[in-house]
């Protein structure tokens, strides 16, 4: 859960800051949210979840 929302609070400060910088529109932020969310309903997002637990494990090593 920690890692969650350690990556959620990161995501949403790039997110913050590619619009504040104009290099991404608010139509396109909120596609890419909207595909965030209907991502994590599908059967791939045990997966991800995994993937992103394995990467925070390795980072953690370093």
Do not use: N
Not at 36 to 56: D, R, V
């Amino acid at each position: 859960m920690i890692v969650s929302v350690s990556l959620a609070l990161l995501l949403a400060v790039v997110v913050a800051v590619l619009l504040r910088q104009r290099i991404l529109g608010i139509g396109s932020a909120l596609a890419c949210g909207a595909f965030g969310f209907c991502l994590a309903s599908t059967g791939i997002a045990p997966a991800i979840e995994t993937l992103l637990a394995t990467l925070a494990g390795l980072a953690s090593l370093s």
